[in-house]
């Protein structure tokens, strides 16, 4: 079983949607998670971060944490075009090492 | 303007030559890293150094090399014995610490010849 393991996607919405992205992984040891964005041909930009379960609420996205289920989510309110790239999940674990998932992608259909 | 500067930003490679990318972070960070990007296969972290004049293997290091001269540079050899090479090349720098939270180059898109 991977460490990190993120649906693959792609992912297609029309403009207006409430779009759900997940990472599950498996070692519990996982303390920091965090979601980045990336556009076509760019580099990786931080989106948010979180520490402990739970939601954390940034504008029109939401990471949500759920320790026991070892299950994060990012949640994105009234997509836009403007929405469309690769997603990443990362997570930071006891010796500080980033684990990524393999990213999504996401479109979002004017 | 703080960041991260890759250059260049596309790269062409022929049979037998070794290449290299530049990394270069103003942000005052003591950590930095290479990673590599295939479709499909997420990142894949190359080697990475938290100090300067010391650098670690990452999971795919074979067929790569790099230097850790300054603070604020460091730069990745790709080799000859890198058979294949293609890919997207993303560097990273990070404050360290627990939380680790890495910010990204532009990255630099390799090819072969």
């Known amino acids: 079983q991977k460490e990190v393991e993120q649906d693959p996607g792609p992912l297609s919405v029309p403009e207006g949607a409430i779009v759900s992205l997940n990472c599950t992984y498996s070692?519990?040891?996982?303390?920091?998670f965090m979601w980045y964005r990336q556009y076509s041909r760019k580099g990786p930009e931080l989106l948010m971060y979180t520490y402990s379960s739970g939601n954390k609420e940034d504008g029109r996205f939401t990471a949500q944490v759920d320790k026991s289920s070892k299950y994060i989510s990012l949640f994105i309110r009234d997509s836009q075009p403007s929405d469309s790239a690769t997603y990443l999940c990362?997570?930071?674990?006891?010796?500080?090492?980033?684990?990524f998932g393999k990213g999504i992608t996401l479109s979002v259909r004017p | 303007d703080g960041g991260i500067t890759q250059s260049p930003k596309y790269l062409f490679r022929k049979e037998g030559q070794n290449v290299t990318l530049s990394c270069e972070q103003n942000l005052n960070h003591d950590a930095m890293y290479w990673y590599r990007q295939d479709p499909g296969q997420g990142l894949r972290l190359i080697y990475y150094s938290q100090i300067v004049n010391d650098f670690q293997k990452g999971d795919i290091a074979e067929g790569y090399s790099v230097s850790r001269e300054k603070k604020e540079s460091f730069p990745l050899t790709v080799t000859s014995a890198q058979k294949n090479p293609t890919a997207f090349y993303l560097c990273?720098?990070?404050?360290?610490?627990?939380?680790?939270?890495?910010?990204f180059g532009a990255g630099t898109r390799l090819s072969v010849l």
């Open positions: 070692n519990s040891a996982f303390q920091y």
């Open positions: 990273a720098s990070s404050i360290g610490g627990a939380k680790n939270i890495q910010y």
């Open positions: 990362a997570l930071t674990g006891a010796n500080s090492k980033l684990t």
